[in-house]
C-alpha cells in the first residue's frame, strides 16, 4: 500500500509539472488551432533564465527565498517576452494561412530557440540550485511525499486555481473565452483579438517558466534539451485531456504522469515513453477529441 | 524629422532585441569555478544586427504585401519558376537533360566523398519525395516518416544478420515492410485530423526508436548493428571509391524512378482523390471518394519509399543504431518537402541537395548549422510559403461537349 | 531518339564505372606526415570531441617544435563527425579519398563502428581516445583498429569485483541510460554478477535520460531492499538518482562508470554526491608527462582540459612514434609498431595487444571524499 501511495504521490507531482507546461498548449491551441511546437523551448528558457539570476545573486551573497523570488519573477518575465516575441515573428503573420504552414515555422522556432540557447551557453548539463525551501515533514510522511513534491502540488494547485480565477471572471478571462469559440465575432464586437493573442501567449509561457523553475529546482539540473521532452509530453497531456480545454489539460497532465508512474513501478522504466505514446494514440482511438475535449462538427 | 520616425521603430526593436537576449547572450555563469562571465560584446552584436534585420523584414513584409495586392488584382499569381516551367516545357526538357548529364558524370568528376555526400543528398531527395506523397498530395501531416525508414533499415539489417539475405532480396522486403508499416499507423488514424493526426504520428515514430533502443534481443538495443554488407555487384568485391560510385548510380535511379512514378501518380484517379482529400474531406467523400482507401494509400505508398530508402541507408552506413532515427530525422526530411515546395518535384530535390551539400561544404559554421536550418524553415514559411519552387497548381477545365462532360488538364 | 541516346550515356558510364582506376586519387608522397583527427567537434556533444583536438594540436605542435618525426613536419587534417554514425561514413570516406592513412578518433562508439569498414578496407589506422565498445577490439573485425582507453567489459569487470568483494553487495540493482554506453556496461555488468554467483540481480532497468524525474525508479530500487545500485551511463541521470535516493534517506551503495567520474557530477549532486564510487582511467596524477600535458593546455586555454584530454594525448603520441619507428606511414610496419615498441605517454609505459586494446591503461575505484574523486586503494 505504502509503496502503491508512493508512486501515486510521485505521478502527480510529474503530472502536475506536465498540466503546467499543457496549459500553454490547450490555451493556444483553443485560440489560434496551433501547437505551439516552440513552447518546450519558452519552458526551458524559463528555467535557464532562473538558474544565471539566481547563480549571479548567489555569487553576491544572496540566497534564501528573496533570491528564489527575484529569480523567479526575472525568469517569468523572460519567459513571457520571449513568448510574446515568438508568436510576433513566427506566428501572427501567418495568421491567415493554410494550416499547415504556422506548424512548421513553429518547429523551425522550436529548433532555433534549442540551438540558441546552445550557442550561447553551453551544451553541457548545469547544476541547478536548490532554490526551493526544506519543509519540515515528519519522516514517515517524508518517504511517501518529499518536501520538493509538496511544494510543486501545492503552487501548481494554486496557479491553476489562479488561472480558472482569471478565466471565468476577468474581463480579459471572457474576451480570451469569446476568441476562442470564433474569432470573427469576437472581432465585430470590439475584442481587440490580437491583444488577446498575446495575452495568451504571455500567460501560457509565464507558466511554462514555473513550471520550468520548479522542476529545475526538484531535479537540480538544467540543458538546453531538456524543453524538447518536457513539450512533447506536455503536449500529449494537453491533447489526451482534448486540447483546448483547461481542465483537460490538467486532467491530461495528470492522467499521463499518473500511468507513467505506475508504468515503471509495476512493469519497468524501459517501455515508460512507451506507455505515455500508447496510451494516447488508444485514447485518441477510443475517443478522438480527448478525454473532455468538445467535438467540433467540421464546418461544411 | 521624417528620418528620426523611419529611425524609431528599428532601433525601439534592437533595443527589445538587446533586452531580451540579454540573460542568455550577455551572461555566462561557470557554477564550477564559480565565476560570472560578461560579455557584453555580445549585446552590441544583437543591437546592430537587429537594428539591420528590421530594415531587411520591413522590406520583405512589403513586397510580401505587394505581391498579395499584385494577385488580388490581376487574378493571378507571381510569375513563379514553376509556373515558367510548366509554360515552356521544351526549357524543362533542356534542364533536365543538363541535370541527367551531370548526374551521370559526376562520379567520374569529382572524388569519392563528393560522390557520397551526393549519394546521400539524394536519398533525402528519394525520402522527401515519398513524404511528399502523404503531407504534400494527401495532406496527411505526418510527424513520424522516420519510423519508416527506420524498418527498412532494420529490416535489410536484421535479415542479413540472421539469415544472411543479400542487398537486393531485402530492398523490396524492406519497402514492403516500410508499408505495411504505414498500413499499420494509417489504420488508428484514419479518423484523426489535422493536429491529432501529427501528434499521433510523432508518438509512432517515438515508440518504433524506443522499442528499437529497448529490445535488445530483437534489435541489439542502442549498440545497433554493424558489418552491414555494401549492394554486391555480380559478385565482384569493390573498393570503396568502386562502391560509393555504384551506390551512387543505385540512388541516382532510384530517385530517377521515384520521380517517375510520383509524376505518374499525381495525375492518377488516386493522385486526384488524395487532392481533393486535402482540399476537402467531407466535400470530397461527398463525391464519392472512399476517404479510407485514399488515405491508406498514400501513408502506405508513402512508407514504401522509405523503407526502400532505409534499406540503401543500411547498405551504405553499414551500421545503424535508434539514434540515427529520432524526431529531428523527420523534421529534417519534412523540412526539405517544404523548402522545396510542397507538392513541386523539382523543388523536392533542389531542397534535399541544399540542405544536404551546403552544410557538409560549410563545414566551418557547422556549430551555427541547426540555428540556421530552424530560422530558414521559419523565413521560408514566413516570405515563401511556396517553396523554392512553388508547384504548379493543376487547374481542370471543365468543358461541355455534345456527347457529355469531359475533364481535360489546362 | 531521345530514348535511345539516353540509354547510350547509361551504357557509356556503366563501361566508364570498370575503367576509371580505383586506387584513392590523392598522392601518398607528400611533404608532410599527415594525420586525420576525427571526432565530435560541433553540435551537443562536441564537449567530448574538442579536447580530443586540442590534445593532438599540443602533441604535434610540440613535436614540429623539435622538427617534426622522420623529417618532416606533422600537419592535422581535422573532420567533424557530430557523433552521428552517417556523418562519420563521410567523414571516413573523405580522409581515405584524401589519402589518409592515420586517423586519431573517432570519439562516439555508434560513429567509431560506422567508420572502421572503411578504414579497414583503405588500410587505415584508426586509434580512438574514447570509444569503449567491446566489439571493436573483441569482434577480430578491425585489424586496423587501437584504443587508449579500456572497455566497457573491464569497466563492468572492476564494478561487480568491488561491489561483491569489497562492499560486500548481495542485491544489485543495475540500471542504464538506455544509451550505447550505459546499457552496454550494464549488460557486461549484469553477467558479471551472474556469474560470480554471490549476488542476485534483483533490478534491471533503464532510465529515460531527460526525463522529468525517477522518483518512481527510486521506490523500485527500496522496494526490492537493494544494498547497492550499479549504474551506466552518464552524471546527469546519475547525479539526479543519487540525489533523489538520498533524500529518501536511502544508504544504498552507489557505484558507477567513467561517465560519472566528472566533477560536473559533484557540482550537481552537490552534497549527496559525497561517497558515490566511480571507476575511471588509473590515477595518473603523479605522472610527469601527464601533468606536464595537463600545464600545456592550462597555459594554451586557460582551463583545465576536458573529457578523454590524456588518452587523445596519448593516442597521437602513440601513433607518431610508430609512424617514426617504422620509418612510414605504411599500415603493416606501423600496426607492427604499435604493438611492439613501447612508448612513454602520459597515461603511463604503454604498447598495445593483439587485439588493439593498450597494454598498461586500466581502470581504478574512485569515490567521492570531501567533494573530491579519490582513489579508493
Redesign the interface.
Known amino acids: 500500500m505504502e509503496y502503491f501511495l508512493e508512486l501515486f504521490a510521485g505521478g502527480l507531482t510529474r503530472g502536475s509539472i506536465y498540466a503546467l507546461i499543457a496549459l500553454g498548449y490547450t490555451m493556444v491551441y483553443g485560440i489560434i488551432e496551433l501547437i505551439n511546437f516552440a513552447h518546450g523551448e519558452i519552458y526551458m528558457i524559463g528555467a535557464f533564465t532562473a538558474l544565471i539570476v539566481s547563480s549571479v545573486l548567489a555569487m553576491s551573497g544572496m540566497s534564501g527565498v528573496s533570491a528564489l523570488v527575484l529569480a523567479s519573477i526575472v525568469a517569468v518575465v523572460y519567459a513571457s517576452a520571449y513568448g510574446f516575441t515568438v508568436e510576433k515573428i513566427a506566428y501572427k503573420p501567418l495568421r491567415r494561412a493554410p494550416r499547415l504552414s504556422p506548424l512548421i515555422s513553429a518547429i523551425g522556432m522550436s529548433i532555433f530557440l534549442q540551438n540558441y540557447v546552445l550557442l550561447a551557453q553551453t551544451p553541457d548539463f548545469l547544476p541547478f540550485p536548490n532554490l526551493l525551501p526544506e519543509l519540515p515533514l515528519p519522516e514517515a510522511f517524508g518517504n511517501i511525499i518529499g518536501s520538493t513534491e509538496l511544494i510543486i502540488l501545492l503552487t501548481t494547485a494554486v496557479i491553476m486555481g489562479g488561472l480558472t480565477l482569471v478565466i471565468k471572471f476577468t474581463k480579459m478571462g471572457k474576451a480570451m473565452r469569446a476568441t476562442a469559440q470564433d474569432r470573427d465575432m469576437a472581432m465585430l464586437v470590439g475584442i481587440n483579438v490580437n491583444r488577446v493573442i498575446s495575452n495568451t501567449f504571455v500567460i501560457g509561457s509565464a507558466l511554462a517558466a514555473v513550471g520550468g523553475i520548479l522542476i529545475a529546482s526538484h531535479v537540480g539540473r538544467v540543458n538546453f534539451f531538456i524543453g524538447f521532452i518536457a513539450g512533447i509530453k506536455a503536449f500529449t497531456a494537453a491533447v489526451l485531456g482534448g486540447i483546448g480545454s483547461i481542465p483537460g489539460a490538467v486532467l491530461g497532465g495528470l492522467v499521463l504522469g499518473l500511468t507513467e508512474s505506475f508504468a515503471t513501478g509495476y512493469v519497468s522504466s524501459d517501455y515508460e515513453d512507451v506507455f505515455a505514446f500508447a496510451l494516447l494514440i488508444v485514447i485518441l482511438i477510443l475517443r478522438p477529441t480527448g478525454l473532455l475535449g468538445r467535438a467540433a462538427a467540421p464546418k461544411v | 524629422m521624417k528620418n528620426l520616425t523611419a529611425l524609431k521603430q528599428p532601433l525601439l526593436v534592437s533595443a527589445?532585441f538587446m533586452?531580451?537576449?540579454f540573460?542568455?547572450?550577455v551572461?555566462?555563469?561557470n557554477?564550477?569555478e564559480?565565476?560570472?562571465e560578461w560579455r557584453w560584446r555580445?549585446m552590441i552584436w544583437v543591437g546592430t544586427a537587429s537594428f539591420l534585420l528590421t530594415f531587411l523584414w520591413r522590406y520583405l513584409?512589403d513586397r510580401r504585401e505587394a505581391a498579395r495586392k499584385e494577385a488580388e488584382r490581376t487574378e493571378d499569381h507571381e510569375q513563379t519558376l514553376g509556373r515558367f516551367l510548366a509554360g515552356r516545357p521544351e526549357v524543362g526538357r533542356y534542364l533536365s537533360v543538363g541535370a541527367?548529364?551531370l548526374a551521370?558524370?559526376f562520379p567520374?568528376v569529382f572524388?569519392?566523398?563528393q560522390t557520397?555526400?551526393m549519394a546521400?543528398a539524394l536519398m533525402y531527395a528519394v525520402l522527401g519525395l515519398g513524404l511528399n506523397i502523404v503531407?504534400g498530395q494527401a495532406?496527411l501531416?505526418n510527424l513520424g516518416y522516420v519510423a519508416f525508414y527506420a524498418a527498412g533499415a532494420y529490416s535489410y539489417a536484421l535479415l542479413n544478420h540472421h539469415f544472411g539475405i543479400g542487398f537486393w532480396t531485402a530492398l523490396p522486403v524492406g519497402a514492403v515492410v516500410g508499408a505495411l508499416f504505414g498500413i499499420l499507423l494509417g489504420f488508428?488514424?484514419l479518423?484523426?485530423?489535422?493536429?491529432?493526426l501529427?501528434?499521433?504520428t510523432?508518438?509512432?515514430g517515438?515508440?518504433t526508436r524506443?522499442?528499437l533502443?529497448?529490445w535488445?534481443d530483437f534489435s541489439f538495443?542502442?549498440?545497433?548493428i554493424?558489418?552491414i554488407p555494401r549492394p554486391g555487384f555480380f559478385g565482384i568485391a569493390?573498393?570503396?571509391?568502386?562502391a560509393?560510385?555504384?551506390l551512387y548510380?543505385l540512388v541516382l535511379l532510384l530517385c530517377l524512378a521515384t520521380v517517375f512514378i510520383v509524376n505518374r501518380l499525381q495525375n492518377s484517379r488516386i493522385g486526384r482523390a488524395w487532392i481533393a482529400i486535402r482540399e476537402d474531406?467531407?466535400?470530397s467523400q461527398a463525391m464519392g471518394i472512399d476517404g479510407t482507401k485514399t488515405k491508406l494509400t498514400a501513408f502506405a505508398l508513402g512508407a514504401f519509399w522509405a523503407g526502400m530508402v532505409g534499406v540503401i541507408?543500411a547498405a551504405?552506413?553499414?551500421?545503424?543504431?535508434p539514434?540515427?532515427f529520432t524526431?529531428?530525422e523527420s523534421?529534417m526530411i519534412?523540412?526539405i518537402v517544404?523548402l522545396g515546395g510542397?507538392g513541386s518535384i523539382p523543388g523536392i530535390i533542389t531542397a534535399a541537395l541544399f540542405l544536404i551539400l551546403v552544410p557538409?561544404y560549410l563545414?566551418a559554421f557547422?556549430?551555427?548549422?541547426?540555428?540556421i536550418?530552424?530560422?530558414?524553415?521559419?523565413l521560408m514559411?514566413?516570405f515563401r510559403?511556396q517553396g523554392i519552387v512553388a508547384g504548379a497548381r493543376r487547374t481542370y477545365t471543365f468543358r461541355r461537349r455534345k456527347s457529355g462532360p469531359e475533364l481535360e488538364r489546362g | 531518339m531521345k530514348k535511345i541516346w539516353f540509354t547510350r550515356i547509361r551504357i557509356i558510364a556503366a563501361l566508364a564505372l570498370f575503367c576509371i582506376p580505383t586506387a584513392p586519387s590523392a598522392g601518398q608522397a607528400a611533404e608532410s606526415v599527415r594525420l586525420g583527427i576525427a571526432g565530435a567537434h560541433s553540435g551537443d556533444l562536441a564537449s567530448y570531441g574538442i579536447p580530443s583536438l586540442r590534445a593532438a594540436e599540443l602533441v604535434v605542435k610540440d613535436i614540429n617544435a623539435k622538427g617534426g618525426i622522420l623529417g618532416r613536419k606533422v600537419e592535422l587534417r581535422v573532420e567533424d563527425d557530430a557523433c552521428k554514425p552517417e556523418v562519420a561514413t563521410n567523414t571516413a570516406t573523405k580522409l581515405v579519398s584524401e589519402g589518409i592513412k592515420v586517423v586519431m578518433g573517432h570519439i562516439c562508439s555508434g560513429a567509431t563502428k560506422a567508420a572502421l569498414g572503411i578504414y579497414r578496407d583503405a588500410k587505415v589506422i584508426v586509434m580512438s581516445p574514447s570509444a569503449t565498445n567491446p566489439e571493436l577490439t573483441q569482434s577480430g573485425e578491425y585489424p586496423n583498429f587501437y584504443r587508449t582507453i579500456a572497455s566497457d567489459d573491464a569497466q563492468a569487470r572492476l564494478e561487480v569485483d568491488f561491489a561483491i568483494g569489497v562492499l560486500k553487495a548481495r542485491k544489485i540493482a543495475v540500471l542504464h541510460d538506455k544509451g550505447d554506453y550505459g546499457k552496454g556496461l550494464a549488460e557486461h555488468a549484469r553477467k558479471f554478477i551472474k556469474a560470480s554467483g554471490k549476488a542476485k540481480v534483483v533490478l534491471y532497468e533503464g532510465v529515460t535520460p531527460g526525463a522529468v524525474d525517477y522518483a518512481a525508479v527510486v521506490q523500485k530500487i527500496r522496494r526490492a531492499e537493494t544494498d547497492t545500485v550499479l549504474f551506466g551511463g552518464y552524471h546527469p541521470e546519475a547525479a539526479l538518482i543519487v540525489t533523489q535516493m538520498r533524500k529518501k534517506n536511502m544508504k544504498t551503495f552507489f557505484v558507477s562508470d567513467d561517465g560519472v567520474k566528472d566533477e560536473t557530477f559533484i557540482k550537481v549532486a552537490g552534497k549527496y554526491a559525497e561517497g558515490v564510487y566511480a571507476t575511471g582511467p588509473r590515477d595518473v596524477s603523479k605522472n610527469p608527462l601527464a601533468i606536464a600535458a595537463n600545464d600545456t593546455h592550462k597555459k594554451n586555454y586557460g582551463t583545465e582540459p576536458g573529457a578523454f584530454f590524456l588518452n587523445a594525448y596519448t593516442a597521437t603520441q602513440a601513433l607518431l612514434n610508430a609512424i617514426q619507428k617504422a620509418g612510414s606511414e605504411n599500415y603493416e610496419n606501423t600496426g607492427k609498431a604499435l604493438r611492439t615498441n613501447y612508448v612513454n605517454t602520459p597515461l603511463g609505459k604503454i604498447r598495445f595487444d593483439k587485439r588493439g586494446d593498450a597494454v598498461g591503461v586500466g581502470f581504478s575505484i574512485y569515490q567521492v571524499r570531501k567533494g573530491f574523486y579519490t582513489e579508493v586503494k
Open positions: 527589445w533586452f531580451l537576449t540573460p542568455l547572450m551572461i555566462r555563469v557554477t564550477i564559480n565565476v560570472v555580445n513584409s541527367m548529364i551521370l558524370i567520374f572524388s569519392t566523398y557520397n555526400i546521400t503531407v495532406g501531416l488508428p488514424v479518423r484523426l485530423r489535422g493536429d491529432y501529427a501528434i499521433v510523432l508518438g509512432f517515438e515508440i524506443l522499442v533502443e529497448n535488445n538495443g542502442p549498440s545497433g554493424s558489418n569493390l573498393d570503396i571509391r568502386g560509393t560510385i555504384y548510380f474531406e467531407t466535400a541507408f551504405k552506413t553499414t551500421f545503424i543504431n539514434a540515427s524526431f529531428l523534421a519534412l523540412s517544404v510542397i557538409e563545414r557547422s556549430n551555427y548549422r541547426m540555428l536550418f530552424g530560422s530558414v524553415m521559419v514559411m514566413l510559403p
